[in-house]
Nanobody
Framework: QVQFVESGGGLVQPGGSLRLSCAAS????????MGWYRQAPEKPRELVATITNDGGTNYADSVKGRFTIARDNPRKVYLQMNSLKPDDTAVYYC???????????WGQGTEVTVSS
C-alpha cells in the first residue's frame, strides 16, 4: 500500500502559476514512475506529466512548454504550472506506477481552478 500527501491546488487567474507537490510513503515494489494526471468534469482522467527515477520526463501535448515536473527525492514530485489556462481546470491526481508487478496508486486529488 502506498499513501500520498498532495498540496498546492487552488484558484488562480489565467496566466498565473501554481506549484503542486506530492510525497509518497509506504512499500513500493521495484522500479516505479511518478507523475500527475488530471480529470475535468465528465471527462476521462488524462496524463499530465510523469518522471522516472533517472529524471526522464513525459508531458501531455497540451501542457508542453508551460508545465515542468521535477523530483526533490525519489518519493517526492512537483509540478510547476505556468501560464495557466481555463482549460487546465481539473482535479489533479498524483500517481505512482510500479513497473514490475505492475500496479498503480493514486492520491486523493487536489483541485485546480483557473478563472478570471
Amino acid at each position: 500500500q502506498v499513501q500520498f500527501v498532495e498540496s498546492g491546488g487552488g484558484l488562480v487567474q489565467p496566466g498565473g502559476s501554481l506549484r503542486l507537490s506530492c510525497a509518497a510513503s509506504g512499500y513500493i515494489f521495484g522500479f516505479y514512475i511518478m507523475g500527475w494526471y488530471r480529470q475535468a468534469p465528465e471527462k476521462p482522467r488524462e496524463l499530465v506529466a510523469t518522471i522516472t527515477n533517472d529524471g526522464g520526463t513525459n508531458y501531455a501535448d497540451s501542457v508542453k512548454g508551460r508545465f515542468t515536473i521535477a523530483r526533490d527525492n525519489p518519493r517526492k514530485v512537483y509540478l510547476q504550472m505556468n501560464s495557466l489556462k481555463p482549460d487546465d481546470t481539473a482535479v489533479y491526481y498524483c500517481n505512482l506506477r510500479e513497473l514490475q508487478r505492475p500496479n498503480n496508486y493514486w492520491g486523493q486529488g487536489t483541485e485546480v481552478t483557473v478563472s478570471s
